[in-house]
């Protein structure tokens, strides 16, 4: 490959500066707007401001039910002195928004009333003028503004329009915006799927957030990484669309073209952003239309379309982007950033002991789940090398406050059970290891702590470690499940690995779990008792932070095998070497058992249902589970 057919790229401008120098060139043109019913403009913007019409009400109306009177015909009225009126003489009977005629200027309540017979009432109170009775224009009044311009229409808005005798108004349009995924790799059908191919995921991504943020979508079936192609649907989207978004081709790569076709037929305004994830965006100008090029990996791809496309959007549609409301949070995990960039980090959110908890996801730009369990975002400033442990943080919601403070939230290690749980409770989970679940309970920043840490003097599970840690508080274990650990290989077994002594092989490449796990202590305990030096062992030093991540690491042959349990193995239709049952409990401050959240997850441990469920998973066995240890 020669050097040349590489873009040597990239700047690294900061993003707000990036967006200022874009947005100065972009002519976003509001002469054109969209005339509309107003029973269709919920969600749509005011170009110009709104003026009633008519009065509401139009006419002077009941406010309730009763008999409308004229005021000083009941002068006088009291218990001792009632006081007799006559249908059609003296009043006549009224109902909410009867007319009120000129010959009456008062409404009384129809429990205020004592009915006769012979067409007669009895009152024992007067009433005064204008009693209960709504006057014309007493909640809009003809000529005054209803709705300011620039004014995202509301439901409870459209009924004062209507009120306000508006049938139609003026709206920006819509912003027509075209998306087009790139890539010889890309598949839209699943059905096509195989190795080397990606299913587009993307664009269906941006194809929502598109209709959620008010625009109007144009999806393209992915293109292939032909250059005149690219060049000619770029060009034709740009001249029938608003704003053009381009996913993939933006980096260095041979085949990354984005940058070349945009400023042949266009302009290279910004070529890398100081964003991670997201660096190699391209923002250009083709017809004179924006268009956005997003780097391919889905949480860079997400990350990007919220800090530009969407500001785009909002700003044709004549809005700008909403502050968002930020909450301090307690960070649970160290974070190590670039000082070249800002970062976004997504994170899991809970209270504890009446603070908010934020624990960092898995990071990469490739990691979709993360974008889908995440509570929130933080930001890690450029110029910041990272944020300490136990470090207070702003957070972005991606949920609802009402949601994350009704969490349980668990730091610790990662088993398929706490996805049956997280099916029944609100649970923010981060898989830190067991030790880190230990010093996230020491530090208060969990409710509970699943951990499987194995006393390599005793071969007892958890409890010396809890004594270790915890010498002056009250502690407990709500025991969980006895797990079947063992080592997880490919189908068949192509390399016949039996135990600890085949990992010395050359043969065999190792993927390990991250330092601190209870899986990761298990195997060093083995290893030492059989006297096998770790720097034997090929790939000791490649860490994973789950067993699902051991296993697909596994299945796709980059590695041979790995400790795990059965149930990550036989879900991944791999095979099992198995080595033995291990203690996989919940650690906990005696004081948080009166939680009515750690209450939900104790019966729940030792429902039918659960162990229905988790027994159908296999490698698993019940022992006094759900019982509480006091240590």
Known sequence: MKKEDRNIYISNIDLDEAITSYFSKINFNFDSCDEIEVYDCLDRVTIEPIFAKNSSPHYNSAAMDGIAVCSENTM?????NPKTLILNKDFIYVNTGNVIGEDYNSVIMIEDVMELDNNKVQIIAPSYPWQHIRPIGEDIVAGEMILPSNHKIRPMDIGALISGGISRLKVFKKPLVSIIPTGNEIIENIEDIKKGKIIDTNSRVFENLVIKYGGIPGRYSPQEDDYENLKKTIDEASKNSDLVVVNAGTSAGSKDYMVKVIREIGEVVVHGIALKPGKPTILGLVNNKPVVGIPGYPVSAYIVFEEIAKRIMLKFSGLEKEQEDNYDA??????????????????????????LVATPLTRGAGVTMSLVKADGFIEIPRNTEGIEAGSTVKVKLLKPMSQIKNSLVSIGS?????????????LSSGHVGSMGGVMAIKRNEAHIAPIHLLDTNTGEYNISYVRKYFKDDKMALIKGVKRLQGFIVQKGNPKDIKSFDDLKRKDICYINRQRGAGTRLLLDYNLSKLNIDINNIIGYEREMNTHMAV?????SESADTGLGIMSVAKAMELDFIPIGYESYDFLVKESNLKDEKIKSFINILKSEDFKNQVENLEGYEFYNTGEVIYI
């Open 330 to 355: 307690i960070l649970s995990k160290r974070l190590v950033s670039s000082l070249k960039h800002k970062e976004v980090v997504r994170v899991n959110l809970g209270y504890v002991d009446d603070k």
């Open 414 to 426: 990662h088993d398929i059970v706490m996805d049956i749980i997280a099916n029944k409770i609100n």
């Open 551 to 555: 296993a697909v690491t596994v299945k």
């Open 76 to 80: 006088g009225a009291n218990e001792v």
